[in-house]
T-cell receptor, first 113, second 114 residues
Framework: DAKTTQPNSMESNEEEPVHLPCNHSTISGTDYIHWYRQLPSQGPEYVIHGLTSNVNNRMASLAIAEDRKSSTLILHRATLRDAAVYYCILGDAGGTSYGKLTFGQGTILTVHP | EAQVTQNPRYLITVTGKKLTVTCSQNMNHEYMSWYRQDPGLGLRQIYYSMNVEVTDKGDVPEGYKVSRKEKRNFPLILESPSPNQTSLYFC?????????????FGPGTRLTVT
């Protein structure tokens, strides 16, 4: 399975944008890039996913590098409720690992008031 | 409200006493899965199911059983629990489109085996 690399932790101030990076230099052409987050004492929560183009939804934006070897999750205005562990995960829609989310250590995001 | 529910949320049991953790989803999802989360090891997949009567092993299936007799339910069975199965368990479900990676997770079941 292609691996991802994320910083262990990041900090932000409330109402400021946050850019969470992820490196995935061994990504294959059919791997989707998924982001999940896990708030304290809760189950993981799907955030966003993309293949090649940048994506936006109500929670966040996903910027994907042209060579797809890296991506950035963008929270446009961080709130205290965004403090969580953020996971960048690769998944091949047609692969043998169908549906298996391989969670790494993720990035612990701390948001300061 | 679309959701995945798990019961019980907390359970303390003794070694060898069979137990079942239930998982139910109301979104008509085909795909369901069980994960366990342990400190320093992240989440690891135990079993998954592509649809009714179709189940397969994940990365850490030893000591667990599952069944999928109905689309909405996917119980996790520990026939003879051992202390190394003390963990936080999550059930998840998804449509099978785009590889079933957009998964909805339940609130978790914290299991302690003494």
């Amino acid at each position: 399975d292609a691996k991802t690399t994320q910083p262990n932790s990041m900090e932000s101030n409330e109402e400021e944008p946050v850019h969470l990076p992820c490196n995935h230099s061994t990504i294959s052409g059919t791997d989707y890039i998924h982001w999940y987050r896990q708030l304290p004492s809760q189950g993981p929560e799907y955030v966003i996913h993309g293949l090649t183009s940048n994506v936006n939804n109500r929670m966040a934006s996903l910027a994907i590098a042209e060579d797809r070897k890296s991506s950035t999750l963008i929270l446009h205005r961080a709130t205290l409720r965004d403090a969580a562990v953020y996971y960048c995960i690769l998944g091949d829609a047609g692969g043998t690992s169908y549906g298996k989310l391989t969670f790494g250590q993720g990035t612990i995001l701390t948001v300061h008031p | 409200e679309a959701q995945v529910t798990q019961n019980p949320r907390y359970l303390i049991t003794v070694t060898g006493k069979k137990l079942t953790v239930t998982c139910s989803q109301n979104m008509n999802h085909e795909y369901m899965s069980w994960y366990r989360q342990d400190p320093g090891l992240g989440l690891r997949q135990i079993y998954y199911s592509m649809n009714v009567e179709v189940t397969d092993k994940g990365d850490v299936p030893e000591g667990y059983k599952v069944s999928r007799k109905e689309k909405r339910n996917f119980p996790l069975i520990l026939e003879s629990p051992s202390p190394n199965q003390t963990s936080l368990y999550f059930c998840a479900s998804s449509y099978t489109g785009t590889g079933a990676y957009e998964q909805y997770f339940g609130p978790g079941t914290r299991l302690t085996v003494t």
